[in-house]
């Protein structure tokens, strides 16, 4: 399954809201979409599992929704901290893939 | 805690095999979670590689599937990898990487390792 992130660059100001797309080539169930957060030099961390449920530790303004092939996460009220690669991932019949990511920038 | 922790050479010859040891410290690799591969080459994306259950069942990524075997030493609570054939493409951090699955509703990184990178070159 291909997951493709939309758009590639994403660049707001703090405050503001990001909507950032996943769209997979074949039904995933919600169970198995997953957000994940990697900041430069960092390794990834875990924001929402199965499509919408936020991670321990994960700030509420990070959401995520969506079924069949589109999800979307969405940041609302963006913090200079939040600048960073961000990916969806899926597992299907035994086999995961990551999305190509989408880079958010704060202005 | 659990704790994950990369080994292997860092730089391997093209054509030749790429072989990493993740130790797992902190939870056994017996217990029912899969483990798993992530590489990602310098400035790309997450791939992921392939993964391995207690029980031996083992799952790869199809574009790499006829090059790379998962493996698993209970008794040293370790498992690896082993990618043959390797080339320039193969350059990347390699991560290992461990399952949560909700008991079988989910399926997501919970813990990762710090990563090795390894570099293809002559």
């Known amino acids: 399954i291909i997951l493709t992130q939309s758009p590639d660059t994403v660049s707001l100001s703090p405050g503001e809201r990001a909507t950032l797309s996943c769209r997979a080539s074949?039904?995933?169930?919600?169970?198995?979409l997953a957000w994940y957060q990697q900041k430069a030099g960092q390794i990834p961390r875990v924001l929402i599992y199965g499509a919408s449920t936020r991670a321990t530790g994960i700030p509420d303004r990070f959401s995520g929704s969506g079924s069949g092939t589109d999800f979307t996460l969405t940041i609302s009220r963006l913090e200079p901290e939040d600048s960073a690669v961000y990916y969806c991932?899926?597992?299907?019949?035994?086999?995961?893939?990551f999305g190509g990511g989408t880079k958010v920038e704060i202005k | 805690q659990v704790r994950l922790q990369e080994s292997g050479p860092g730089l391997v010859k093209p054509s030749e095999t790429l072989s990493l040891t993740c130790a797992v410290s902190?939870?056994?690799?017996?217990?029912?979670?899969?483990w798993i591969w992530v590489r990602q080459s310098p400035g790309k994306g997450l791939e992921w590689v392939g993964q391995i259950y207690p029980t031996g069942t083992t799952s790869y990524n199809p574009s790499l599937e006829s090059r790379v075997t998962i493996s698993m030493d209970k008794s040293k609570n370790h498992f690896s990898l082993s990618l043959t054939s390797v080339t320039a493409a193969d350059t990347a951090m390699y991560y290992c990487?461990?399952?949560?699955?909700?008991?079988?509703?989910?399926?997501?990184?919970?813990?990762w390792g710090r990563g090795t990178l390894v570099t293809v070159s002559s």
């Open positions: 991932q899926q597992y299907v019949n035994s086999r995961g893939s």
């Open positions: 902190g939870v056994s690799i017996r217990s029912n979670v899969w």
């Open positions: 990487a461990r399952i949560d699955d909700c008991g079988g509703d989910c399926y997501f990184v919970d813990y």
């Open positions: 074949q039904s995933v169930s919600s169970n198995y």
